[in-house]
């Protein structure tokens, strides 16, 4: 099967049908284990990307929030949520068929925080200096829920299977 086509495929349909020019094919083994459109016009939910809802429907299908041995098909170069999304779950690839500069002239995604031209200089900031208002409120209990976390992991500090930068 052609992923490539087969992620530009649903992205058009959705199109047709009133959604987002965004979809996502997820492969292992050859085979397409999940596969989504954009579907925050269709839910009035803003983290229904395809890229969320593809990884979402993968990995419960595999049991396991690491898609490692799979490759990811995207329309376009990944938001930062979705691209976080991507490095969380592992995937040995990620293909993006078109750039924001591409496809810019014919879709524009700007909102009160969230320009694409500059969102990814303010995760480099510090909560401080970001433009969507932040307030760091220390509680103590607070990290008491990792100490309750890492004892009922017998004392480790990390997912036990999580693929790691080793």
């Keep these: ?71 990811i098909y995207v329309l376009a170069h990944p938001c930062p949520m979705c691209l976080g999304s991507l490095y969380y779950c592992s995937p040995d690839e990620v293909v993006f068929l078109t750039t924001r500069d591409a496809y810019e002239p014919h879709y524009v995604d700007d909102r009160k925080y969230f320009e694409l031209d500059t969102f990814y200089a303010e995760f480099a900031r510090d909560y401080t200096e970001r433009r969507l208002p932040m307030r760091h409120e220390p509680q103590d209990a607070a990290v008491e829920v990792y100490r309750l976390w890492q004892k009922h992991n017998g004392g480790n500090r990390r997912v036990t299977g999580a693929p790691t930068a080793a």
């Design 1 to 71: 099967m052609d992923f490539v086509q087969r992620t530009i495929d649903i992205a058009r349909q959705n199109v047709e049908e009133g959604g987002r020019p965004f979809a996502t094919v997820i492969v292992k083994d050859g085979e397409i284990l999940a596969e989504s459109p954009n579907k925050v016009a269709q839910t009035s939910d803003p983290t229904a990307h395809a890229e969320i809802l593809a990884i979402r429907e993968a990995c419960r299908k595999l049991g396991t929030e690491h898609l490692v041995g799979t490759n």
